[in-house]
């Protein structure tokens, strides 16, 4: 080990340093780690701006989903976050209109990967109309909320 007496283990070492890997494999976890935290963070924020009381009324969580983190409302996913940004899950006919506009594309969670058909990837743009970007929150909690109860 790089910088470590003969006599330093690896627990030492990872105490040390906040990493455990010798040969990058732990190492590589970590940054993953560190990737879904800030996607859970930016998705937290973004919630908590849109429809600051969510939590209180509902049962909120975050879990890995696809190199993603998604949000679940009431057990139901609703939004999620990833390399490709923010994505809604939205009902077809609010799909239909946000496809319509040429920044919005569909949720793909890897390049080749199948298209995720409920859902619209949701540009910068739309997130900064604070107004519009909560109404479509709105949609898709509402829409993952009518799911369920089906």
């Known amino acids: 080990m790089a910088g470590t007496s003969p006599a330093m283990t ?8 906040g990493t ?7 190492r590589v976890m970590t940054r993953i780690q560190e990737m879904h935290d800030d996607y859970s963070t930016k998705l937290r ?17 975050f879990k890995r989903c696809f190199g993603a983190v998604a949000g679940y409302v009431d057990g139901n996913i609703f939004v999620s976050c990833g390399k490709f940004g923010v994505a809604l899950r939205l009902p077809s006919q609010t799909l239909s209109e946000l496809f319509r506009e040429e920044d919005v594309l569909r ?15 949701i540009p910068n ?19 993952a909320l ?4 089906e």
């Open 10 to 17: 690896a627990e030492k070492w990872f105490d040390r340093t």
């Open 20 to 26: 455990r890997s010798l040969d990058g494999t732990i």
């Open 45 to 61: 924020d973004l919630l908590g701006q849109a429809r600051p009381g969510l939590a209180l009324r509902h049962r909120l969580e």
């Open 107 to 121: 949720l793909r969670y890897f390049p080749n990967g199948h298209v995720k058909k409920e859902y619209a990837v």
């Open 125 to 143: 743009r739309i997130i900064e109309d604070q107004g519009r970007f909560n109404k479509l929150v709105d949609g898709s909690i509402k829409y």
């Open 146 to 149: 009518s799911i369920s109860s």
